[in-house]
C-alpha cells in the first residue's frame, strides 16, 4: 500500500502525525498519541509518518507488532518512509502487515500540510 492524497479529506479535518528518531520506544509513543488522538476526535483521518532509524520498528522483528494493530484496527494509517527504510536497508515485505509507505516522508508531509492537515510532530 502506498499512501496518495485523498481529494475527499481536504474539506475534513485531518491529521498526521510525524514520528521522527531513532528507537522503537519513539514510535509506541507516536502510537499512544494517535490513539488518544482517535479517541478525542472521532471521525478524523489519522495518519502516522514514520521516519529516520525508527523505521526498523516498524518491521516484523522490531517489537511493535501488538501496539502497531491496535493502531490499525483503530483506522490510523501507519506509513513508513521509503527514503528511511532505503538508508536502514529495510525491504517492504520485512514491514508488519497493513503498513503503508510514502517514498519521502518529507514531500508527503507538505503535501498533507497544502491540503490543510494538522502536523504534530513527535
Known amino acids: 500500500m502506498t499512501a496518495e492524497n485523498d481529494a475527499s479529506n481536504e474539506s475534513r479535518n ?4 510525524h514520528g521522527f528518531g531513532g528507537t522503537g520506544e519513539q514510535v509506541a509513543g507516536v502510537f ?3 490513539l488518544n488522538a482517535a479517541a478525542a476526535l472521532p471521525g478524523t483521518p489519522i495518519e502516522i509518518v514514520i ?3 525508527a523505521v526498523a520498528a516498524l518491521t516484523v522483528g522490531g517489537g511493535l507488532a ?3 494493530n491496535d493502531v490499525l484496527q483503530a483506522g490510523i494509517a501507519v506509513l513508513a518512509c521509503e527514503n ?3 538508508s536502514a536497508a529495510i525491504e ?3 514491514l508488519l502487515p497493513r503498513v503503508g509507505t510514502v517514498p519521502s516522508a ?3 508531509l507538505a503535501e498533507r500540510q497544502w491540503a490543510n492537515w494538522a502536523y504534530v510532530r513527535l
Open 106 to 108: 518529507v514531500v508527503h
Open 51 to 53: 521516519q529516520g532509524k
Open 66 to 68: 501488538d501496539p502497531a
Open 32 to 34: 499512544r498519541s494517535a
Open 14 to 17: 485531518s491529521l498526521v502525525f
Open 92 to 94: 517492504r515485505e520485512n
Open 84 to 86: 528511511s527504510m532505503r
